[in-house]
């Protein structure tokens, strides 16, 4: 639980329920450290106190409200922060992930999901998985294939969507495209992932760290550039002769997505993934816009998240999808804040905590 | 001639020609007079001097060179500034505005192609349109239809295809789309008159000056603001209840790009189509990103514009283009002065210069 901001997190007692006609309660299996929980930990987000942070999770239902016909007790899921209503303009025109009805499904007009003793706790995202139990609108959840590993199944709720459809939605990565990924983590690793599913001709790594390019390397890229050794874009636009088609800033800086941008080619798009923090400003050369180059964000991958976790997941069956790889770490609830804090000093991938 | 910067045009006589083997000799019927010369003119952009200017332009072919065999004379062609090579990456995948070749067929290994006594002049943009006489490479011109009169014919040449083509080529608006466009001089009545065509559900037009908001509705805005008042962007996001689908920036300001990028909707587009001079910077709010907006430049609409021009004379001839209303005056060569000073005034839509 997170008590005050910025903050570590404390293990408290929290009680869940009751189950509204739309809810379901989740037994959570496994939730991955996100380094968005870390901007809300931190303060770059606001965020009303006490509450429950995590949103990347997977686990079994067990028990469904009056409503609830999507899944039924003892079926696997996977939590996605983007919840939809699925009547809104954006819902009905493939972009669920920005539903118009924002807090759909998380301000419910009954009862808090969440209390500890008689004080409501704040509900993060409409999931709050850093718990052993979820209760959440059907809505926030799809269903999976029952042989899938649980705690690998958690890691697609939040980066790798977040990643893999960045190129494959958001981008439309074409085969052939030469792409460059600027930040390796979790999110950067899974974009260079997608791009190597769509079939990119050549996928350039950026980081700061050698051990992150190494590992990059393992997830297809072709090419690597050492960020610590200066501003990349010089080396981006030797290596390609002039810049790429496809450039994806997946830290969370603007000055990272300016990066993203002055190394593409003429007609290239920058995207960017990460959540450059409140009052940051993106400054790009105007005369670059004659080039016809395009600078744009994704949210969430541009998920339909019931489309798209269930196809990653028949990739990662079929080995063309990578997630046994990402997980630096696996840690019980009491170790979160440790798993934090190697996230904050850059060295890790993905971390998971398990509940047994 | 432009003879220095900044500076008005001079007449002057200039020599014309030898014809190269893909040279095109072309008999001037009329001029556009553009924004962008006038940038020249006034050293916003950089050119070589003395030049003759004038890139929008119609005529009648009188002499081909040895290997060519796209036109022969007699052939009513207009000229385009997007010469393409039509071999390399970007003209063979549909993309010959952005040719790699830059300056394919303006500087010839040959001897100059204007010259006014024993001094060489330098050609402006492959083209040099004010002038009675054009000597091209063949790759500048789209030969049309002999019965589209040639003075209307000259507006396709840049005006119209930047700012129709920025709408269906470059943003591709769809039938039922929200779109604002900011300016509404040349370019942004055929950026509005463009979205008519698509279908566009509703059209907002923006601008400081009335009569120009009142020609707009002409040209199928739905809806006008009065940015004289204050900051369009208010205005825009009350009239559509959050925001457009697609922003067109019509004038070629860093200050109006970052209103057309502010006035989007969740995963708006934002288009700018004018020259943002020199230096000048596009700022965004880097948390908009989330949002899923983007903004993208726009080169001469995007066109291909061998493909276009044709249908843009199709939709002119069949009543569904205008170009008749888009002329605010016709005037000699000698009073080409006058009709800048009028543009740079901006009270006028389109003035063309007519050789007879």
């Given amino acids: 639980m997170l008590e005050r901001i910025p903050g570590d997190l404390i293990i408290d007692e929290v009680v869940v329920g009751p189950v509204g006609p739309r809810d379901v309660l989740v037994r959570t299996a496994a939730a991955g450290l996100c380094h968005s929980d870390l901007h809300f930990m931190e303060g770059k987000y606001p965020h009303p106190v006490p509450t429950v942070l995590g949103h990347e999770s ?11 016909s999507y899944v039924q ?9 983007s919840g939809f209503c699925g009547g809104c303009r954006q819902c009905l025109s493939g972009h669920p992930n920005l539903c118009d009805n924002a807090g759909f499904g998380v301000d419910t007009a009954g009862p808090p999901r969440l209390r500890r003793g008689d004080q409501p706790v704040f509900q993060f995202a409409g999931l709050s998985s850093f718990a052993e139990q979820l209760l959440v609108h059907e809505n926030y959840l799809v269903k999976i294939r029952p042989d899938m590993p649980l705690d690998k199944a958690a890691l697609i709720g939040c980066g790798v969507t977040t990643g893999v459809g960045a190129v494959l939605n958001t981008a439309k990565v074409r085969a052939g495209d030469v792409i460059a990924v600027i930040g390796c983590g979790g999110i950067g690793l899974n974009a ?47 290596l390609t002769g002039g810049g790429v088609d496809h450039a994806f800033e997946a830290i969370g800086l603007a000055a990272t997505a300016q990066q993203a941008f002055n190394m593409l080619g003429k007609g290239g798009t920058a995207t960017v993934i990460g959540m450059i ?11 670059q816009l004659l080039m016809e180059k395009r600078l744009q964000g994704s949210n969430m991958g541009s998920n339909r998240f019931r489309i798209d976790m269930p196809q990653y997941i028949e990739w990662y069956l079929a080995g063309k999808l990578k997630l046994d790889e990402l997980v630096s770490a696996v840690m ?5 804040n440790d798993g934090f804090a190697a996230l904050k000093g850059g060295e890790v991938a993905r971390q998971l905590v398990t509940f047994d």
């Fill in 58 to 68: 997977a686990g079994i239902v067990e028990e469904v409200g009056s409503q609830v």
């Fill in 192 to 238: 260079i992932q997608g791009a190597d599913i769509a079939g990119a001709g050549r996928i350039i790594a950026i980081d700061r760290i050698a051990s992150k390019l190494d590992l990059a390397l393992t997830f297809g890229a072709t090419d690597v550039v050492d960020a610590s050794a200066g501003d990349p874009v010089g080396a981006v636009l030797e």
């Fill in 332 to 336: 019980p609830l009491e170790e979160i």
């Fill in 277 to 287: 923090p409140l009052g940051e400003r993106v400054e790009i050369d105007g005369f």
């Fill in 73 to 81: 007790p003892g079926d696997h899921v996977i939590s996605c922060v």
